[in-house]
């Protein structure tokens, strides 16, 4: 048991609602751009036939023709306008309570839906995938470039962000912050260099949360933005993920054709030692995350995770850790929590391949894609198997597909055998064969569902125990 100070003082409660009315008004939208502009409709039939993806989840941002009371009808749909407009007298509306894109109203005449923006990792491979010879608006790993092909009716914009969300390649308020300064480039791609090259491997792994800490407050004075630091780091912390997962690596490759790299990510999951669980949530809070709900999916989970958002870069963690039944009002995310006497499924896991902040990486990234295409298109490409749907609502659709394997080190796996986490045969086994490592999570949301189904989670966190493989 606890010490009451580490209770937990009254978390705020997430309830997520669902949105179909928004959706369909938003769909609606997407549809007549894409009518505007055959490239956009073109591209939006690759995205789903060649990456399993579907266009209104790379959606950044539509301008649309103002039209009497679209204001209010905006936000009975749940949009509230935003303080910073898209430019003079252009009024942006954002969705907080789903996932939607953000809604920019023009004034004057012309069509419905005056542009539609995609998000992408890179505007210049987008347009060398495509063979277009883009105009690029704004800097070298700036905080928002820009490339547009027009179409009939409806503009396409072609959007690269990195910790941004305005609409302006040369943002003044950011030149004022010393972001737009002439060797802010140089120095971007020095703090990105400075997470990529930190040692990640260490006998001691409160010696590697000390180096890591460290390094990261210098990734973040490097930068010279926390919104841009955090941008930097969750770009590496794939690429980690990604070299050791294969199903990632095809699917990439899949996106990159079309230029489009992971800009579809829904979240990251990092799993964590009970004992510096703190710790990470530490470093996730100074690069600017807040924190989200809280999971605890009942007595017999044995796991529970700390949900965080980043209001900038929009990136979302899944923070995991073992959990007992009677822990989970305790403010774990800030209180550290005694070892258990034997680990449950998360614990398990970073006993046999380490800290996801360390040595391991994460465990899984989700991102956003036509369900039942992408298992398809796997299978069909690589042969690579996705395990049965463990969410298959109309509104939340998850699954894994099948479990890497990784080496398990020998000294990790004495050290789990000796403390008599695994038995002296899963011992042998790990060693010869490896254990569960990582996934790549297809998921598809709909009606702006912008939670998790905490039952359906726990059931798939148990699934992957390495001592059942």
Same mark, same amino acid.
């Given at each position: 048991?606890?010490?009451?100070?580490?209770?937990?003082?009254?978390?705020?409660?997430?309830?997520?609602?669902?949105?179909?009315?928004?959706?369909?008004?938003?769909?609606?939208?997407?549809?007549?751009?894409?009518?505007?502009?055959?490239?956009?409709?073109?591209?939006?039939?690759?995205?789903?036939?060649?990456?399993?993806?579907?266009?209104?989840?790379?959606?950044?941002?539509?301008?649309?023709?103002?039209?009497?009371?679209?204001?209010?009808? !905006?936000?009975?749909?749940?949009?509230?306008?935003?303080?910073?407009?898209?430019?003079?007298?252009?009024?942006?509306?954002?969705?907080?309570?789903?996932?939607?894109?953000?809604?920019?109203?023009?004034?004057?005449?012309?069509?419905?839906? $005056?542009?539609?923006?995609?998000?992408?990792?890179?505007?210049?491979?987008?347009?060398?995938?495509?063979?277009?010879?883009? +105009?690029?608006?704004?800097?070298?790993?700036?905080?928002?470039?820009?490339?547009?092909?027009?179409?009939?009716?409806?503009?396409?914009?072609?959007?690269?962000?990195?910790?941004?969300?305005?609409?302006?390649?040369?943002?003044? +308020?950011?030149?004022?912050?010393?972001?737009?300064?002439?060797?802010?480039?140089?120095?971007?791609?020095?703090?990105?260099? !400075?997470?990529?090259?930190?040692?990640?491997?260490?006998?001691?792994?409160?010696?590697?949360?000390?180096?890591?800490?460290?390094?990261?407050?210098?990734?973040?004075?490097?930068?010279?933005?926390?919104?841009?630091?955090?941008? &930097?780091?969750?770009? =590496?912390?794939?690429?980690?993920?990604?070299?050791?997962?294969?199903?990632?690596?095809?699917?990439?490759?899949?996106?990159?054709?079309?230029? &489009?790299?992971?800009?579809?990510?829904?979240?990251?999951?990092?799993?964590?030692?009970?004992?510096?669980?703190?710790? =990470?949530?530490?470093?996730?809070?100074?690069?600017?995350?807040?924190?989200?709900? $809280?999971?605890?999916?009942?007595?017999?989970?044995?796991?529970?995770?700390?949900?965080?958002?980043?209001?900038?870069?929009?990136?979302?963690?899944?923070?995991?850790?073992?959990?007992?039944?009677?822990?989970?009002?305790?403010?774990?995310?800030?209180?550290?929590?005694?070892?258990?006497?034997?680990?449950?499924?998360?614990?398990?896991?970073?006993?046999?391949?380490?800290?996801?902040?360390?040595?391991?990486?994460?465990?899984?990234?989700?991102?956003?894609?036509?369900? /039942?295409?992408?298992?398809?298109?796997?299978?069909?490409?690589?042969?690579?198997?996705?395990?049965?749907?463990?969410?298959?609502?109309?509104? &939340?659709?998850?699954?894994?597909?099948?479990?890497?394997?990784?080496?398990?080190?020998?000294?990790?796996?004495?050290?789990?055998?000796?403390?008599?986490?695994?038995?002296?045969?899963?011992?042998?086994?790990?060693?010869?064969?490896?254990?569960?490592?990582?996934? !790549?999570?297809?998921?598809?949301?709909?009606?702006?569902?912008?939670?998790?189904?905490?039952?359906?989670?726990?059931?798939?966190?148990?699934?992957? /125990?390495?001592?059942?493989?």
């Amino acid at each position: 048991m606890l010490p009451a100070a580490a209770t937990s003082p009254g978390a705020p409660v997430f309830s997520w609602k669902r949105w179909p009315e928004t959706e369909t008004f938003v769909d609606r939208l997407i549809a007549s751009a894409l009518e505007g502009n055959a490239f956009a409709a073109a591209l939006s039939e690759r995205m789903q036939s060649e990456t399993s993806t579907r266009f209104k989840d790379w959606v950044d941002h539509l301008v649309v023709s103002d039209q009497p009371g679209l204001g209010r009808d !905006l936000a009975g749909l749940g949009y509230e306008r935003q303080a910073s407009p898209y430019g003079v007298g252009v009024p942006v509306y954002a969705h907080d309570g789903g996932i939607f894109p953000r809604i920019a109203i023009a004034i004057g005449v012309g069509p419905e839906v $005056r542009e539609v923006a995609i998000k992408v990792e890179s505007v210049a491979a987008f347009s060398r995938a495509h063979d277009l010879g883009l +105009e690029i608006l704004g800097y070298p790993l700036g905080p928002y470039r820009i490339g547009r092909v027009m179409g009939k009716r409806t503009g396409l914009a072609i959007v690269e962000r990195r910790g941004y969300l305005g609409f302006e390649p040369f943002p003044g +308020e950011l030149a004022r912050e010393g972001r737009m300064r002439p060797h802010a480039a140089r120095e971007a791609l020095a703090a990105r260099e !400075l997470w990529e090259a930190r040692r990640r491997r260490f006998d001691d792994d409160a010696e590697g949360f000390d180096a890591t800490e460290a390094t990261l407050a210098q990734v973040i004075e490097r930068a010279g933005s926390v919104d841009l630091a955090c941008h &930097l780091v969750f770009e =590496v912390e794939r690429d980690y993920w990604q070299a050791r997962n294969r199903a990632a690596q095809v699917q990439k490759a899949r996106q990159d054709r079309l230029g &489009l790299g992971w800009a579809n990510h829904d979240h990251h999951t990092f799993r964590c030692s009970r004992r510096f669980f703190p710790r =990470v949530i530490r470093m996730f809070e100074a690069l600017g995350f807040i924190l989200r709900e $809280r999971f605890h999916a009942g007595e017999h989970a044995g796991w529970g995770a700390q949900v965080l958002e980043h209001p900038t870069t929009g990136i979302v963690i899944f923070a995991d850790l073992d959990l007992a039944a009677d822990e989970a009002e305790y403010d774990f995310a800030h209180d550290a929590l005694p070892d258990l006497p034997r680990p449950n499924t998360v614990g398990l896991w970073v006993g046999l391949h380490g800290e996801s902040m360390l040595e391991a990486g994460m465990h899984h990234l989700e991102a956003q894609f036509d369900f /039942d295409a992408l298992r398809e298109g796997l299978k069909a490409e690589a042969g690579i198997e996705v395990m049965k749907p463990f969410s298959d609502f109309p509104f &939340l659709r998850q699954a894994f597909t099948a479990g890497e394997r990784w080496p398990v080190a020998k000294h990790r796996a004495d050290r789990c055998r000796a403390q008599g986490w695994i038995t002296a045969e899963q011992h042998e086994k790990f060693l010869r064969e490896g254990a569960l490592g990582s996934h !790549l999570e297809n998921l598809q949301r709909r009606e702006g569902y912008k939670g998790f189904n905490q039952q359906a989670v726990s059931a798939i966190i148990a699934a992957t /125990d390495p001592r059942l493989h």
